[in-house]
């Protein structure tokens, strides 16, 4: 008889960062060094919606069910399709300006999120007798934020704090106007940009020497595809223009 492998399928998910300032970077390069990812209370993420639902339950219920999702901590992560969107390192890289963490995961708490056109329409599925179902309200949204194909690592935690989410494979560098023809213009007159050049050859030495793998990425048409980053092309990019 074939043996049946129970083993939860791995994950390959992403988790954008900023590297706008330096303060950013540091947390960036935290991340990196220490193999986790920050998690938050729901009261800490950009859905203005987050953890609300409409019930019929009892003021003592209520009151339950707010003790639990204060006891829980996120990190919300993205699927390959979103990793290739535009607008996603648009909304959460600051416009190219940041990167994108690659992580496999096997990890129990890392959960789907569900996507409906009325976030009440999930309150039938919550058990009573097993109440509060704290999960099913922390993994459905409105469907309006489906392009992000978001999963959650959900964990209980008195506070906000960095966890173990699985084993990081890969850096992801936006790089802004590194395909067009006029690149060392471009950032000669931009300062900033220039810092952030700065910032990425930091931090790609920090995911070399923690044995990550480095990629840079680019928009072709309407999608960012990503390709081997090597030492060669980072000097020849992220070199400062002189004044």
Request: proline letters at 3%; aromatic letters at 12%; hydrophobic letters at 35%.
């Amino acid at each position: 008889m074939a043996e049946v492998n129970d083993a939860k399928p791995s994950l390959t998910l992403y988790k954008f960062r900023s590297l706008d300032d330096w303060e950013a970077f540091g947390r960036a390069k935290k991340i990196l060094e220490r193999k986790m990812f920050w998690c938050d209370r729901i009261w800490a993420l950009n859905d203005p919606m987050e953890g609300v639902y409409r019930s019929q339950f009892t003021e003592e219920e209520v009151e339950r069910m707010f003790k639990n999702k204060e006891g829980t901590v996120i990190c919300s992560l993205s699927a390959q399709k979103a990793f290739k969107l535009p607008t996603m390192w648009g909304h959460y890289a600051n416009g190219f300006r940041g990167i994108a963490i690659e992580v496999q995961t096997v990890d129990a708490n890392v959960h789907m999120v569900h996507y409906e056109p009325d976030i009440t329409s999930f309150v039938d599925y919550i058990n009573r007798n097993n109440f509060p179902h704290v999960r099913k309200i922390l993994t459905t949204k409105l469907d309006c934020w489906t392009s992000e194909e978001e999963y959650r690592f959900i964990r209980q935690s008195d506070k906000p704090g960095y966890f173990s989410i699985g084993e990081i494979t890969g850096v992801y560098f936006g790089l802004p106007y590194s395909n067009v023809g006029n690149h060392a213009p471009i950032r000669k007159a931009s300062d900033k940009l220039q810092d952030y050049y700065d910032r990425v050859r930091e931090l790609y030495d920090v995911a070399k020497r923690e044995n990550i793998d480095r990629f840079k990425v680019k928009i072709v048409g309407n999608e960012v595809q990503s390709k081997k980053f090597s030492d060669a092309c980072l000097e020849n990019l992220c070199h400062r223009v002189r004044e």
